[in-house]
């Protein structure tokens, strides 16, 4: 059973901060991971994908993979109150079976108030 | 990207009624995903659509209760059968596009 962890939210950050949303997962082999993010009756929007080890940015959006502890975060910088969203981490197992087959993670509600 | 369309948008439905929903995209893809989000949950992937076979669906998830079309390489359909309260969630189409998946607006759908 594969599986995709979310720090429990709700996640509160004023204007201006980092948010940090953090995801863990238990299939060893999964190759690539991403960060949707979903307004209230929305579907969900992709933020950032990553594959390697490392960090990646992108504008105010950092993501960060760390393949050995199972782990992958996204940080917020300079939150603003448009991010108020829930995000979700999506993870995509190995294998050609698994290909564009996604695993989410319960899902954080992030809220930056002014 | 990738742009997907979705018909219904949303639908309210009666027990025991099947619903079918569209999915539409703007270029060809080798496969279409299904996936189900319930009321305050996360997403399910219910099934892969590949043109030309049967669909592989996930574990909780049978064709007898979410038969699944893909007449061509742009389109596909799920239907959701014999419903009842517990069907009630947003169903999302979804494609694959440079390693990346993307989502259509979703159907809501409602069962009383």
């Known amino acids: 059973q594969k599986e995709v962890e979310q720090n429990s939210g709700p996640l509160s950050v004023p204007e201006g901060a980092i948010a940090s949303l953090n995801c863990t997962y238990s299939?060893?082999?999964?190759?690539?991971f991403f960060w949707y993010r979903q307004y209230s009756g929305k579907s969900p929007e992709l933020i950032m994908f990553?594959?390697?080890?490392g960090d990646k940015e992108d504008g105010r959006f950092t993501a960060q993979l760390n393949k050995a502890s199972q782990y992958v975060s996204l940080l917020i910088r300079d939150s603003q109150p448009s991010d108020s969203a829930t995000y979700l981490c999506?993870?995509?197992?190995?294998?050609?079976?698994?290909?564009?087959?996604?695993?989410f993670g319960q899902g954080t509600i992030l809220t930056v108030h002014p | 990207s990738a742009v997907i369309s979705q018909k219904p948008s949303r639908d309210i439905c009666q027990r025991g009624t099947s619903l079918t929903i569209q999915c539409q995209v703007d270029?060809?893809?080798?496969?279409m995903f299904w996936y189900r989000q319930q009321p305050g949950q996360s997403l399910t992937l219910i099934a892969t659509?590949?043109?030309?076979?049967?669909?592989?669906?996930e574990s909780g998830f049978v064709i007898d209760k979410f038969p699944i079309s893909r007449p061509n390489l742009t389109f596909s359909t799920l239907t959701v059968s014999n419903m009842s309260p517990e069907d009630s969630s947003i169903y999302l189409c979804?494609?694959?596009?440079?390693?990346?998946?993307?989502f259509g607006p979703g159907t809501r759908l409602t069962v009383l």
């Open positions: 979804s494609v694959n596009r440079a390693d990346t998946q993307y």
């Open positions: 299939d060893r082999g999964s190759q690539s």
């Open positions: 990553i594959y390697s080890n």
């Open positions: 999506a993870v995509e197992g190995a294998g050609g079976t698994s290909y564009g087959k996604l695993t």
């Open positions: 270029s060809q893809v080798t496969m």
């Open positions: 659509a590949n043109q030309g076979s049967e669909a592989t669906y």
